[in-house]
């Protein structure tokens, strides 16, 4: 299974350019003549006519109009289609679920929101996941032949090459289902599964922050988890457990129980619940992530100090993943995040603290821009990526499955 590649690069020289690779060139949305496809890629002109003219009967290029003649017929351009199919991502949460439609740009056409129990099971979650996502078509005015996949994003540990759950905490019943499986018999399209953060981590760089090519988005909410983009690519690591920052133990809270049996975990210490508890014993009632924030934009005292401790407890976990990781910038999410500057606060003051002066020099640390759709779009863009491979693209068989349509 192909990794989430970067959007629109130049094939390296030497590289063999298939009409997959050309597409890389031009899902910059620039419109481009054949020859100037052929001094990109250094193909002889009959060779990128001819990929051309593939990309043209799959629908993935389209004709853009003429450039200005310098004598005789004026040369046509192509540019990318982003409107040939769509994909439906789904971002399947605690006790929410996020879907979109979107195009192959990554453009949203249609969204749906819906507070939905993930303790309901795979078959109850997943079944009005199908259904609302045909409505979502239906909506949108295209048929289910247009669709070229569905991505879901997980709320526990998924092993990325099967799109099973693998003991999922809060997800009773999902441990090793078959998910893709599952919607696949429904929906006959290929399905991708990866975990939440991974797929937050996707939109939001694939959205806002496309030019970083190493970063950290950090989901700080009910639990707290990292997606990493390295080299423009979601790495999952061994067996898809990379990211895995909540149960890295903070120095200070050894006598701190977590849910997962050890003691002094940072979201034992940090993450939106564990602050809502802190606060209910101080007589301060809160149920839970959301309550934070409401208290902590409210002004409440009690509720901004705890919120700026949780910040520095997640930069001190950190603060040693930007020394062995170098990302370019730290993108924080999750609902967490929406309790203001204090959180993002008390990580910069730990991390420009810790970490060396050479891995901070140009490092941005930054709020969260996409919102609450990232998951959603970034389970379609997962998909998107997966099927527009350059390798995958120029197979025969899926040549004729986009043709076909």
């Avoid at 020289?13 to 481009?32: E, F, H, I, N, Y």
């Avoid at 993450?271 to 209910?280: D, N, P, R, V, Y």
Wanted: aromatic share 4%.
């Amino acid at each position: 299974m192909a990794d989430d590649s970067g959007v629109g690069r130049r094939p390296s020289p030497g590289a063999s350019v298939g009409a997959g690779a050309l597409l890389q060139l031009l899902r910059d949305g620039v419109p481009r003549t054949r020859s100037e496809l052929s001094a990109l890629t250094g193909l002889a002109r009959s060779t990128v006519t001819g990929r051309v003219d593939a990309l043209l009967a799959a629908g993935l290029i389209a004709p853009s109009g003429e450039t200005a003649s310098t004598g005789g017929r004026p040369p046509a351009t192509f540019a990318f289609n982003p409107a040939a199919r769509i994909v439906l991502g789904a971002d399947l949460g605690a006790t929410h679920a996020r879907l979109a439609v979107i195009d192959l740009a990554g453009n949203v056409l249609a969204v749906a929101n819906a507070d939905l129990d993930i303790a309901l099971g795979p078959k109850a979650v997943l079944d009005w996941t199908i259904d609302r996502g045909r409505k979502l078509l239906d909506q949108v005015g295209r048929p289910a032949a247009d669709l070229l996949g569905v991505g879901i994003g997980l709320p526990g540990p998924v092993e990325h090459s099967t799109g099973r759950a693998v003991n999922p905490p809060i997800m009773p019943g999902w441990d090793g289902f078959d998910v893709p499986g599952y919607v696949r018999e429904r929906i006959p399209v290929p399905v991708m599964c990866d975990n939440d953060v991974n797929i937050m981590a996707l939109g939001e760089h694939f959205t806002a922050w496309p030019e970083y090519e190493h970063l950290l988005f950090i989901k700080a909410a009910t639990g707290i988890g990292c997606g990493i983009i390295a080299d423009g690519k979601v790495y999952r690591g061994a067996q898809g457990a990379a990211g895995d920052m909540g149960h890295i133990r903070v120095a200070h809270a050894d006598d701190v129980h977590c849910r997962c049996g050890n003691t002094g975990c940072l979201e034992a210490v940090a993450s939106g619940g564990a602050i809502a508890a802190k606060l209910t014993e101080q007589g301060i009632p809160a149920g839970g992530s959301l309550d934070v924030v409401e208290l902590a934009r409210s002004g409440s005292v009690p509720a901004l100090r705890l919120v700026r401790q949780a910040g520095r407890d997640i930069g001190e976990v950190l603060a040693g993943a930007v020394n062995f990781f170098n990302p370019s910038i730290i993108v924080i999410g999750g609902s967490l995040a929406l309790a203001g500057d204090h959180l993002i606060a008390g990580v910069r003051e730990v991390i420009y603290q810790r970490s060396l002066p050479l891995a901070t020099r140009h490092l941005r640390i930054a709020a969260a821009r996409t919102g609450e759709s990232s998951g959603a779009i970034g389970a379609g863009v997962m998909v998107i990526e997966h099927a527009l491979d350059p390798d995958r693209l120029d197979s025969a068989s899926f040549g004729a499955e986009l043709k076909n349509g």
